[in-house]
């Protein structure tokens, strides 16, 4: 791979793994528009590992406080009851499923990364995740906030004062949408949240859109959806890093200081705009829904099949 290549998909992994548009798809489609021969699988999860490092960057304190409650959690009995130690407990559920998923169908996986057109098929399944769990989330808002809005006004101050003290990524939960207050996650939430992680092993199905939108589904707040997608990310990538390093070493090692340098632009270009990116998200995520990313996804899967036929028919 040349530098510039490395810059071009380093920028659009970058982007693509915290907007809901897959960026395994994008690291797929480019070189195919380009004509450019398919990326090394050792290079692919580099970059991820880069944007690994921007939710690091963004989110380190949540990080450390995580980390922290999940090791004293385990010796001190008090501390399984903060929330820090749940939401820690909850990604490790939702992590389990992308690590079986990619256990026993990494190689079968790996041969989609030379097929655009069915990176196509999987970016429509992308945006009908999305539209779904937009609306089953919007619907189960509207439920929650027209329940509120029936309670007296002592009521409404008490409920107020009960959110802020229960705010967060963890709390009691109303899967049926019936009940007063914000929907937040438990465990079950979290497993199926880790199973559209883990769905995201196919090539153009977008890891951030599928645990943000099964999340959704249940009624979480699309900003509490978004970062627990980020900090969801952080096991299911260095784990990927660290198996795909261990058995492309020594390729990288033969391609000498040309490999090493299209590796370290990609990471540099990939992590920076990867923080970017995530601070755009969390911004977007609170103001808009993700439909709009859905419509991006129709209308790229649309060139693919398009691009396709060209090349095959002219």
């Known amino acids: 791979m040349s530098i510039l290549q490395s810059i071009v998909l380093g920028i ?7 907007f809901p548009i897959s960026s395994s798809g994008h690291l797929v489609v480019f070189p195919y528009f380009f004509n450019w021969d398919y990326i090394p699988l050792y290079f692919t999860v580099t970059v991820h590992f880069a944007t690994l490092a921007a939710v690091v960057t963004v989110f380190y304190r949540e990080i450390y406080r995580i980390i922290k409650a999940v090791v004293l959690g385990i010796f001190i009995r008090k501390i399984r009851s903060s929330d820090d130690f749940k939401i820690g407990v909850f990604i490790i559920i939702a992590s389990i499923p992308a690590a079986v998923a990619g256990f026993f169908l ?14 196509a098929v999987f970016l429509l399944v992308t945006a009908l995740i999305l539209w779904i769990g937009e609306i089953r989330g919007a619907r189960i808002e509207n439920r929650l906030d027209k329940s509120s ?3 007296s006004s002592d009521d409404t101050g008490a409920g107020e004062k009960e959110e802020k003290e229960r705010s967060g990524l ?3 939960i109303d899967i049926t949408g019936r009940g007063t207050g914000k929907v937040r996650f438990n465990l079950f939430i ?7 992680q883990a769905l995201a092993i196919l090539p153009g199905i977008s890891r951030s859109g599928a645990t943000i939108s099964f999340a959704r589904f249940f009624g979480i707040k699309r900003s509490d959806a978004v970062k627990f997608s980020f900090l969801l990310s952080i096991p299911v ?12 070493y020594s390729i990288i090692s033969a391609g000498g200081r040309p490999a090493v340098l299209s590796l370290t632009a990609g990471f540099i270009c990939a992590y920076i705009s990867g923080f970017f990116a995530i601070k755009f998200l969390v911004y977007f995520a609170k103001r808009k829904n993700l439909n709009v990313f859905a419509v ?4 790229l899967s649309a060139a693919i099949f398009i691009f396709y036929l060209i090349n095959k028919f002219i």
């Open 237 to 248: 990538i260095l784990g990927s890093f660290i198996y795909e390093l261990s058995r492309s």
């Open 12 to 18: 659009i992994q970058g982007i693509t793994e915290f």
């Open 190 to 196: 979290s497993a199926i949240a880790g199973i559209g």
């Open 106 to 119: 990494d190689d079968y996986v790996e041969g989609f990364f030379t097929r655009p057109l069915i990176v």
């Open 170 to 172: 963890v709390g009691s």
């Open 296 to 299: 991006y996804c129709v209308c």
């Open 149 to 151: 809005g029936n309670r």
